[in-house]
């Protein structure tokens, strides 16, 4: 019986198969941003944490030290975005364009990198001893009376940042009155543990380490019974563990970081100094590897590939969760040491892989061909036809003799005036006019370069200029969040490390999710309209969380509302995600891809310099929770700027028509099938 033949491709009114995404190719070059974000996933989730646990630092002061660090990126991702179009020389007839910064970006980075964790180390142990102390006295009415006391009084007085301690709010909502708060105490000796994760199945309860059969029995505690201490447990992780974490930060700031000898502050210079070093390294090649993608796909397959390429950089972030969660279940002083090495591994691992699959320049060779077959314009419209033909040479060649439109003076102009030894093309000479017209333009003033656009072409630069600003709104909602969930999770709703790194895990997990559907939403309804819906999942998420995630004894109850909501924001957010970069490159050309990349990256990026600042002031002024009407704000104001976008979007498809087999089969994703 022979087998079913498939059906011949339809061809268009040219003879021309559908254009299709290479889903091998791009799953390979996207590689590349994998590592950027097994990098990035990993920094964001543990570099707070190490800030915390080792210098307690106040929220406010960890989201400007973060925010510091991504300061340097607003000058070096455009720079260096620019640097990777213009490259040429011997590197680059080797590799490519962006492939020589992607290597030599990653490999600096990954031996600097493991050397901020090791500068912090004598720090932790100090944090450490004096964390165990105050943990001691927990039980002690000498100790908490006057502490909690003070805490009650000061959030009824209105004291700026008392929420963080004592949340008066709850407390009257759960008719929990003075007394009781203040005669709050936790036993430590009295321990339970779930089956699973410590959160689900049947509990086990523990005195001192042993057994508790029977919880009516009398405890070694005068006057109480084990199910009293259980109780009584179970009231302070409820009312008095979020103020009792965030005073410990405070007592590991004041008296380790602030130590009389100096040595906490110069060990928090040294981590200054090393992280800027790493992520001066992970600057020089996130542009040009962003910009690859572009370079390789025809236009009207970038919503789709840059789809893929997000799953590649979700693939990484999941390295990397898997990285530090193991690490986190255990309680090591070396764990911080262990992820950053094992991160630094895992990004030589899939820089071995890039480099054994992708061939750069001919990747950029194919991509330009099928641009001629299907007759895709991907430069600026009006420019001479053999501006197309130059452009085309430096891509696929990756090199030139000189670079005409940086030296007017030069060969261009050699050409125009007649005096160079060889001869000239008519073609070449109408190129080379336009070369020397195109520089003198360059040194208009701003008023003359935008009297010189035409209308179509100022509504572009509008577009552009709205969508950066909405790019930049939407970055200081999520990353205002994504810089403090470890730090919300585990000091908010007293979760474990480990735990915490599971909700995030799952988030990102489901969130990939909507990798499938997103390229379907952009065919139906445009790129616009659905980062419009991806925005309004993430402000309700958040709205949410602020007024309807509250601690509890059961930690499973937070942790589950939690992870719900920050999951369905985490899926909106990756709707915009992969519409918006692709709108950037929409208005770009050939020769401007890797600009606008650096363009969009300075605006991402400033957001992340800014936001964990204003988030860490929210949250140490008015309470944890507001981080996240702070957040849903943003994002808000970011709904608002994407209203104005006229242009960018992508073709729709006419009323009435559904999407055929082929086309389907393409949107899908099939991550599987790109090996």
């Known amino acids: 019986m022979s087998k079913k033949e498939k059906p011949a491709p339809v061809l268009d009114e040219k003879g021309r198969p559908p254009l299709k995404l290479d889903y091998p190719q791009t799953f390979k070059v996207g590689f590349a941003f994998a590592i950027i974000m097994l990098f990035w996933t990993a920094y964001d989730f543990v570099v707070p944490l190490l800030l915390e646990h080792a210098y307690g630092l106040p929220s406010w002061a960890r989201g400007l030290v973060m925010g510091l660090d991504n300061l340097l990126s607003l000058f070096m991702l455009p720079l260096f975005g620019k640097l990777s179009d213009n490259a040429h ?84 909502n759960n008719d929990v009155t003075r007394d009781d708060f203040v005669s709050l ?57 979020a103020g009792m974490n965030n005073y410990i930060s405070n007592e590991v700031h004041e008296k380790c970081t602030k130590s009389e000898d100096g040595s906490g502050i110069k060990s928090l210079v040294v981590y200054m100094v090393i992280l800027l070093l790493v992520l001066i390294a992970m600057a020089t090649f996130r542009s040009p590897a962003v910009a690859l993608m572009p370079d390789v796909t025809p236009k009207p397959l970038r919503s789709q590939a840059n789809a893929i390429i997000n799953l590649c950089g979700g693939i990484g972030g999941a390295i990397a969760f898997l990285i530090y969660t193991v690490v986190l ?44 077959e299907y007759e895709i314009d991907d430069f600026a419209e009006g420019e001479n036809p053999e501006a197309e033909k130059f452009a085309e040479e430096l891509i696929s060649e990756g090199d030139a003799e000189y670079n005409l439109d940086s030296k007017p003076d030069g060969a261009a102009q050699e050409i125009v005036n007649g005096t160079t030894k060889e001869e000239v093309a008519p073609e070449t000479l109408d190129f080379a006019k336009q070369v020397v017209e195109n520089t003198k333009k360059k040194h ?33 909602g999520y990353n205002a969040v994504s810089s403090n969930l470890s730090i919300y999770t585990t000091k908010a709703l007293n979760l474990s490390a480990g735990i915490a790194s599971i909700i995030s895990g799952v988030s990102m997990g489901i969130s990939a999710i909507a990798f499938i559907p997103v390229g379907y939403m952009a065919a139906k309804i445009g790129r616009r309209k659905s ?38 924001a985490g899926f909106g957010l990756i709707i915009a995600n992969v519409n918006t970069f692709p709108m950037v490159t929409e208005l770009s050309t050939a020769e401007t891809v890797g600009q606008y990349t650096g363009y969009y990256y300075v605006a991402t990026m400033s957001a992340q310099a800014i936001t964990p600042a204003i988030g860490g002031a929210i949250m140490d002024a008015g309470g944890n929770k507001y981080l996240f009407l702070y957040s849903a704000a943003c994002i808000v104001i970011a709904i608002v700027l994407m209203l104005f976008v006229k242009h960018g979007d992508s073709k729709q498809l006419t009323k009435g028509r559904k999407l055929t087999k082929e086309e389907k089969k393409q949107i899908r994703l099939d991550a599987l099938d790109a090996d």
């Not at 090791?118 to 450490?128: I, M």
């Not at 070396?334 to 890039?354: D, H, K, P, Q, R």
């Not at 709205?466 to 930049?472: E, Q, R, T």
């Not at 419009?532 to 109850?557: E, H, K, R, Y």
Request: proline content about 3%.
């Open 89 to 172: 020389g011997k590197l680059v007839k080797k590799w490519g364009r962006r492939t020589p910064f992607i290597v030599i970006g990653t490999v600096c980075a990954v031996v600097l990198m493991v050397f901020v964790p090791v500068a912090t180390l004598k720090q932790q142990a100090k944090a450490e001893e004096l964390t165990t102390q105050i943990e001691a006295q927990l039980d002690s009415d000498t100790f908490m009376q006057p502490l909690l006391e003070e805490w009650y009084d000061n959030a009824v007085a209105g004291k700026e940042g008392s929420t963080n301690y004592c949340d008066l709010t709850y407390l009257n």
């Open 185 to 241: 105490r936790y036993y430590g000796k009295m321990t339970s543990k779930k089956a699973v994760l410590n959160m689900l199945g049947a509990t086990t309860y523990y005195y001192d380490g042993n057994v508790v059969e029977d919880l009516s029995a009398a405890s070694p505690v005068e006057g109480k019974t084990y199910q009293d201490l259980v109780d009584t447990n179970a009231a302070y992780k409820k009312y008095v563990a």
């Open 329 to 372: 279940f255990g309680q090591r002083l070396e764990n911080y040491v262990i992820i950053f090495g094992s991160v630094a591994a895992g990004m030589l691992l899939l820089l071995a892989g890039f480099l054994a699959l992708v061939n750069e320049r001919k990747m950029v060779a194919k991509c330009q061909e099928i641009c001629k």
């Open 444 to 476: 208009q003033s701003p008023k003359e370069w935008w009297g010189s656009k035409n209308d179509l072409e100022k509504g572009r630069l509008k577009s552009f200029a709205l969508i950066l600003a909405s790019i930049f709104m939407w970055f200081m």
């Open 531 to 568: 980062i419009m819906i991806g925005f309004a999942l993430a402000v309700v998420s958040f709205v949410l969380i602020c007024f309807a995630v509250t601690p509890n004894d059961v930690a499973a109850i937070p942790a589950v509302l939690f992870a719900l909501f920050y999951l369905i």
